[in-house]
């Protein structure tokens, strides 16, 4: 793909999708590993420190599945960016910001579920 798309519009796209990618990774990341230590520590709270104890286990497991979700949540407006950047010809947007901005102005928040 890197190779089509470095032979079609150039290194400068090659790059600034690289940095859309980036972005995105770097966005998912600090919510994943954010969330979960949040979560782990807001689920243990709730469930007292006994039942944490007793149930830490399944109590991990349901941090790291809301964190994952609210990641997940959180890399959608990057990755419909991306996409859109990699798949219309001349290129959608001139990198990311400037596709975030160009997708709420045109369909609002609900264009990055689209």
């Not at 782990?40 to 469930?47: E, H, T």
């Not at 990057?78 to 950047?85: D, I, L, N, P, S």
């Amino acid at each position: 793909m890197e190779s089509y798309v470095l032979r079609l519009f150039g290194m400068l796209e090659l790059v600034n999708q690289s940095f859309t990618m980036a972005n995105a990774l770097q966005a998912q990341g600090a919510f994943k590993y954010g969330g979960y230590e949040f979560f782990k520590k807001f689920y243990s709270d709730l469930a007292g420190p006994d039942a944490a104890y007793k149930y830490k286990t399944s109590l991990y497991l349901v941090a790291s599945a809301s964190a994952e979700f609210i990641a997940d949540i959180a890399l959608c407006p990057f990755e419909a960016v991306k996409v859109r950047m990699q798949t219309t010809i001349p290129p959608f947007a001139s990198g990311t910001l400037n596709g975030l901005s160009i997708i709420t102005a045109k369909e609002g928040t609900a264009g990055y579920a689209s």
